[in-house]
């Protein structure tokens, strides 16, 4: 399962730790210390150290990522978050591949289904507002979806993937190419009186 359980008690800070973050030099550990250096004192503000683990920024320890540093380029900041949500909350968008643009309802509902009822209400209710506003934040016009590495997979394996997910028969064909694997393309046609 794919589905962070890493959440905010509040998100109204969320845009200023950000920008904070991208504005200082990268430290070699992220800390509470670090985030009070920010300026972000507040208990209800330290939750973030766990949505930029989540987010694939900082490694369990705290250490920055490479995605941390590629998120310190204003030009692909926002972008970065769209591919960290996009991983931290891969369920979801296993359900929806759209799951960025669902109301906050929606989104509960589906956090309630994939949580299997072992969060609270309050709890589902936070993640859903934690969720919803890294999808305000990120940009989402250049976020495709990630080819998987392919290595040691049958061509009936990669087909059948390629066709869970959703990709072009271009894409198909370039992925097979690359791995100088057979292309397997399925036709199937269904026939209603």
Not at 153 to 177: F, H, M, T, V
Request: charged share 25%; glycine share 4%.
């Amino acid at each position: 399962m794919a589905l962070t359980t890493s959440y905010l008690s509040s998100t109204k800070n969320i845009d200023s730790i950000f920008n904070s973050i991208i504005g200082a030099r990268a430290p070699e550990r992220f800390t509470v210390k670090f985030l009070e250096d920010l300026g972000f004192k507040s208990s209800t503000d330290r939750l973030i150290i766990g949505i930029l683990k989540a987010l694939g920024l900082l490694e369990d320890s705290g250490v920055p990522t490479q995605r941390y540093f590629d998120f310190l380029d204003q030009s692909q900041s926002k972008n970065i978050i769209a591919q960290g949500t996009q991983e931290a909350y891969e369920d979801l968008f296993n359900l929806r591949k759209d799951a960025q643009v669902m109301s906050n309802d929606e989104v509960k509902n589906k956090l309630k289904t994939l949580t299997q009822g072992q969060k609270s209400e309050r709890v589902i209710e936070l993640m859903a507002m934690t969720f919803r506003a890294l999808c305000n934040y990120a940009d989402w016009s250049r976020v495709d979806t990630p080819l998987k590495t392919v290595e040691n997979k049958s061509p009936e394996i990669l087909a059948n993937e390629n066709i869970k997910q959703n990709l072009p028969i271009d894409e198909i064909e370039e992925q097979g190419q690359r791995n100088g694997k057979m292309n397997l393309h399925y036709n199937i046609q269904i026939h209603l009186p």
